[in-house]
């Protein structure tokens, strides 16, 4: 019983903020049947035609008091996240929701259904490309296939510190950008997601590649130390010259010694020279997205993954990746894998020879600290496997 937070309810009304694909229609056609037994009044939200993934504090207070303006014995069910209705000083209802195993969540679907494609508003390829995850090789392979595929490839020119996180007013300026560039174009550029639909602009293909999260840092870690990346940054970036400890010092050893701020990985420590964060490209902007390893910024980049992207591949599984690129997206990537194959060796770029070992010790640890950025990748790795299926 002392689990039982109904006690804890102000008022006599059932909040079922309802997740997708759980069983949440059975759950809402019981509620009605019920109502007409236990003699309460069932309501629920008028559907929309695009669900938002967060509210404004403003959005949640409307739909707080919205549900609070409803009379005692009643049920409520709406896709919507949780609010706080304590916050706006508002009773608090009774929660209820439904959850499912997400990857089993994924498999109630048909893979077809995946192809987030069709919701494209506009004949342009956005590709926000994470860091060491062979995103130069599949930009060159972008570039290849504009010639065949007759549109036109444009790429950002280069910062010399990127932001982490954009403002508002920076995204609408590239959104208003890529917008601006017409039909048949394909733009890359390493930045997080931006929802176009905030800006009232045409929604793009939104495309990525991913990596596993623990190989990812460790393909940086070495790639960074590489005498000719090295040079780079002291010659563009002002980086300070390091001592020879700096290059000898294996992966292993750094991460054991937890000396210096790129082995150590807390989600309190806001380096990310490293590009540690995974979830946050898929995330976006927000605050919440910059925090490494946070459950949150995981739910938001799941969501997008799974509601905006069209394809999330990866040179792990390059033939899938090609496959489901060239049939989800034939206007940009008709005949991919072929040309790929063509010539391997021109696609693959920016490898810097390592050994990928892991001491034992270290693995586990890392496993620990990449909890929420592996589940993440589990997520999309599952999801591309299952799109191949209907291909």
């Known amino acids: 019983m002392a689990l039982n937070n109904t006690v804890y309810a102000q008022k006599e009304l059932l909040f079922f903020n309802r997740m997708e694909k759980v069983g949440s229609q059975s759950m809402s056609t019981l509620l009605i049947a019920l109502s007409r037994i236990n003699n309460f009044t069932p309501h629920r939200n008028a559907p929309v035609a695009t669900k938002k993934i967060t509210e404004t504090l403003a959005e949640e207070k409307a739909l707080a008091v919205e549900l609070s ?39 109630t679907i048909k893979p077809i259904q995946l192809n987030n494609t069709v919701k494209a508003e506009q004949e342009v390829l956005f590709f926000n490309r994470l860091e060491k995850v062979g995103s130069q090789s599949l930009s060159q392979l972008i570039i290849t296939l504009s010639i065949y595929n007759k549109f036109i490839p444009h790429r950002n020119a280069p910062y010399a510190i990127a932001p982490i996180l954009q403002s508002p007013e ?11 560039l017409g039909a048949g174009v394909s733009y890359v550029e390493h930045i997080n997601w931006i929802n176009f639909t905030t800006f009232n602009l045409p929604k793009p293909i939104y495309i990525n590649l991913a990596r596993h999260p623990i190989d990812k840092v460790v393909s940086a870690y070495y790639y960074i130390r590489h005498p000719a990346v090295y040079g780079y940054y002291v010659k563009n970036n002002n980086a300070t010259l390091k001592e020879k400890e700096y290059f000898d ?7 054991k010694q937890s000396k210096i701020k790129e082995c150590i990985f807390d989600s309190k420590n806001p380096y990310n020279a490293d590009w540690r964060r995974f979830a946050m490209h898929f995330c976006g902007n927000a605050k919440i997205c910059k925090e490494f390893n946070s459950h949150t910024a995981m739910q938001i980049a799941k969501r997008n993954i799974e509601q905006e992207y069209a394809v999330v591949g990866s040179w792990e599984d390059t033939n899938i990746t090609l496959t489901v690129l060239e049939h989800y997206i034939p206007r940009f990537f008709r005949g991919a894998t072929k040309l790929f194959y063509s010539d391997v060796e021109k696609f693959h770029k920016n490898a810097t020879p390592h050994s990928n070992e892991l001491d034992p010790e270290v693995e586990a640890k890392l496993k620990v600290q990449f909890a929420f950025e592996i589940e993440l990748y589990n997520f999309y790795h599952h999801r591309i496997t299952f799109t191949n299926t209907s291909t």
């Open 249 to 255: 010092i294996s992966f292993n050893d750094c991460v």
């Open 69 to 107: 303006s409803i009379d005692e014995a009643s049920s409520y069910v709406e896709h919507a996240n949780w609010i706080n209705f304590t916050e706006h000083d508002l009773a608090k209802p009774i929660y209820m929701n439904l959850v499912r195993h997400p990857i089993e969540k994924i498999y």
């Open 170 to 180: 920076e995204q609408k300026l590239v959104a208003e950008e890529i917008s601006e």
